[in-house]
C-alpha cells in the first residue's frame, strides 16, 4: 500500500483528494494541518492518520512514499497578504519542507505550484517552453520555490511541479460560483465584448493527474494543469443558465464604459471592479499536450462536463 502524506489537508484540493482516494485500497492518506484538531474533525468518517510535525523523522516513521504539498497562501485579490507572507508561506516553507524530504526515505514530492509561477497575463498560450516571467506576489514566491526544488541536487529522488490553472469543482466557492448568483439573479452579462479564453481544471482531472503519479504513471518533472479545451467567459454564463434553466442576456456594452464603472466599483469597494473585471474578461489559454503525451490517455473529464458538474452543485 503507498502512503501519500497531503499538507494542507483542509482546504479545498486536500479535501477533494481525500474524497477521490477514500475507495482506493492501494493508497492510505496521511495528513497535516495547522489545526490538526480541525482536520481530525472534518475528516472523523475516514480512516486517516495526522502528522503534526513535518520533521523527516516523522516521515519515516509514518513510511510516507510520496509527499503532495498543497500548503500556502492562495492567489489573493482582497490585499489581505503582504509580500513577506507569500514569501514565508510559499517559499520558504516548501524549501524547509522539501529539505526534509530529501533527508527521508520518502521517494517523490508533488509541489503544486499555480500557472501563476509563470506569467500573470498573457494572450499567448503557455506551454512548459514558455520564459516563466510572473508579476504578482503570489506568482513570484511560487516561481522561487520552484527554482529551488529544480536546481537542489538530490539522487533517487523524483519531484514533480504542477502548475494548474484555475481549478473548480464541489465545494469550491470561487469565481465561478460569483459568476453563477449573478446569472441566477437574472442581471444581464454586460461583458458580451469581450471575446476571451480561459482554460480551466476540473477537480476531477486534478485528482486523476495525482493518482497516475503515485502510480509511478507519470515521469518526474514540470508540467502545466488544464483541461482540454479553453472556454470564454460567454459561453460560460450561457452554459450556466442553460444549467438552471434560466434564459441568459448578454449585452455588449462599449469596453470604454465598463472599464469606467470598474474603476467606480474598486473605488467604493463593491464586487464589480477593475479587479474581476480583469478576472473574468482576460485570455489565459494553457495547453495540456505535454500531460496527456507523458500520460498516454486522454483525461477522464472533458472542459464542458467538468464545468457543468461544478454548476451542478452551486444549487444542489
Known amino acids: 500500500m503507498k502512503k501519500v502524506l497531503i499538507t494542507g489537508i483542509t482546504g479545498f484540493l486536500g479535501a477533494s483528494l481525500v474524497h477521490f482516494f477514500h475507495e482506493n485500497k492501494g493508497v492510505r492518506i496521511v495528513g497535516h494541518s495547522r489545526d490538526i484538531e480541525k482536520a481530525k474533525a472534518k475528516f472523523a468518517d475516514y480512516e486517516i492518520d495526522f502528522i503534526d510535525n513535518l520533521s523527516a523523522e516523522k516521515i519515516d516513521k509514518n513510511n510516507i512514499d510520496s509527499i503532495i504539498h498543497l500548503a500556502g497562501i492562495a492567489h489573493d485579490l482582497s490585499g489581505k497578504y503582504r509580500p513577506h507572507d507569500y514569501q514565508r508561506v510559499n517559499h520558504e516553507k516548501t524549501i524547509e519542507l522539501y529539505e526534509k524530504f530529501v ?170 471592479n477593475t479587479k474581476t473585471i480583469t478576472k473574468l474578461c482576460e485570455n489565459m489559454v494553457v495547453s495540456n499536450q505535454k500531460l496527456l503525451l507523458n500520460l498516454n490517455e486522454c483525461l477522464p473529464v472533458s472542459s464542458i462536463e467538468g464545468l457543468k458538474k461544478t454548476i451542478k452543485s452551486f444549487h444542489g
Open 103 to 272: 533527508k527521508s526515505k520518502a521517494n517523490s514530492f508533488v509541489f503544486v505550484s499555480s500557472v501563476k509561477a509563470v506569467v500573470d497575463h498573457t494572450d499567448l498560450v503557455i506551454n512548459e517552453d514558455f520564459n516563466p516571467n510572473p508579476t504578482s506576489e503570489y506568482g513570484i514566491s511560487k516561481r522561487m520555490a520552484e527554482e529551488f526544488i529544480m536546481n537542489r541536487d538530490c539522487k533517487d529522488k523524483r519531484y514533480f511541479i504542477l502548475r494548474p490553472c484555475m481549478i473548480h469543482g464541489p465545494g469550491n466557492k470561487g469565481n465561478l460560483n460569483l459568476l453563477y448568483k449573478f446569472v441566477k439573479a437574472g442581471v444581464p452579462y454586460p461583458l458580451g465584448a469581450f471575446e476571451n479564453k480561459r482554460s480551466f481544471l476540473s477537480i476531477d482531472n486534478f485528482c486523476f493527474t495525482i493518482q497516475k503519479i503515485i502510480e509511478d504513471h507519470l515521469k518526474p518533472g514540470t508540467y502545466l494543469l488544464a483541461d482540454d479545451d479553453p472556454v470564454s467567459a460567454n459561453d460560460l454564463v450561457r452554459l450556466i443558465g442553460h444549467g438552471i434553466n434560466k434564459k441568459v442576456r448578454i449585452f455588449s456594452l462599449p469596453k470604454i464604459m465598463i472599464w469606467n464603472l470598474a474603476k467606480i466599483g474598486s473605488w467604493i469597494n463593491v464586487p464589480f
